[in-house]
């Protein structure tokens, strides 16, 4: 399949009062015409970070570094305007909350006409027509009457498929869902995920979540701690059989899994020290672990970054 975004040694560096700090460390992944990629991991391990660099929307005293290719052309030399022209039609952000999303004081029908007409649709039967057809595809039985809601009068996961129509009207190339199942039930969210995946089935799809299970519909899984990627590959693969210790925690704290709590350690910060960035809540790390550059690992369709598994 062909590739729609390539991601080579990716960083994010932020100034912050108390000097400079990296949040996104040399990411590298691949995602093709069709392909989902989970980014999994805790909050503030560097994963929405990743999204808006991709998205061209970092903070002002963040700076990215690395590659980002999208159908061949380099993101991360764009000007703002030419930015502002790829995002809503060639990448789709869904956001963790589709009612902070939409404008509360306009209808629906409002909303999704003004991305229409950015689209070129000019005439008011078009409109309606294209509309309705949207939000049919997003699983409304009776489109003509969500159009005439105002924001308020939606539920959250209503709101949410609504986002997805809006995103629909372009036909994006590259699709990015930041937590987009936050506060939603974990049934709910799967079947989102899927109905993510199926809306945009052409596109490249990035699903970033805290839950690793949501991640399980996706292709591959690149779970991130502390900025840096600790395990990638085919998400079949890594939820069966993870290797990475940090890999195996999330997956072992799932509800499924009876909340089993790995036993962590705490070995204070490893804030600018060299060594694994798990090492200080890794149960089976050494005094190695701190001190050493920790080796990329291949088996299969997966690499992770460990020195002892
Ligand atoms: S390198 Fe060491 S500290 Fe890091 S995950 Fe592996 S065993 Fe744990």
């Known amino acids: ?7 080579v040694r990716l960083s994010v560096n932020a100034e912050l009062k108390s000097g400079f700090t990296q949040i996104v460390k040399g990411l590298s992944f691949k ?23 991709i998205f061209g929307l970092l903070p002002a005293n963040c700076h990215a570094d690395g590659e980002v290719i999208l159908n061949g052309n380099s993101l991360l030399g764009l000007s703002k305007k030419q930015m502002n022209e790829k995002r809503g039609r060639e990448i789709v952000l ?10 509360p004081s306009l209808r ?3 909303q999704i006409y003004e991305t229409l007409k950015k689209a070129g649709l000019t005439d008011k039967d078009d409109l309606r027509e294209r509309a309705e057809e949207l939000l049919r595809h997003v699983g409304f039985d009776k489109p003509l009457e969500v159009l005439e809601k105002y924001p308020f009068q939606l539920s959250g996961g209503m709101a949410q498929r609504i986002v997805l129509a809006i995103g629909l009207a372009f036909s994006p190339s590259l699709v990015i869902a ?3 199942t936050r506060g939603i039930d974990d049934e ?11 809306m945009f089935a052409d596109s490249a799809v990035i699903v970033i979540t ?4 949501l991640a399980r519909t996706c292709r591959n899984i690149l779970v991130m701690h502390s900025g840096a990627m600790m395990e990638y590959g085919r998400a079949d693969l890594i939820l069966n059989s993870p290797k990475h210790p940090y890999t195996r925690s999330l997956i072992d704290a799932l509800p499924a899994n009876g909340f089993k709590s790995t036993t962590l350690k705490d070995r204070g ?21 701190a001190k050493n550059t920790i080796p990329l690992k291949n088996d299969g369709g997966v690499s992770w970054r460990c020195l002892h598994a």
């Open 108 to 110: 629906v029908r409002d």
């Open 269 to 289: 910060s490893m804030n600018g020290r060299e060594g694994c960035p798990f090492y200080s809540r890794c149960s089976i790390g050494t005094n190695d672990c």
């Open 210 to 213: 805290h839950n690793i299970a």
């Open 94 to 103: 869904i956001p963790q909350s589709g009612a902070d999303f939409l404008n």
């Open 31 to 53: 995602i093709a015409s069709g392909e989902q990629l989970g980014i999994v991991g805790e909050s503030g391990c560097g994963k929405t970070m990743t999204a808006m660099a």
């Open 1 to 7: 399949m062909e590739t729609i975004l390539n991601v």
């Open 188 to 198: 709910t969210a799967a079947l989102f995920i899927k109905q993510l995946e199926r």
């Open 178 to 180: 930041d937590e987009p």
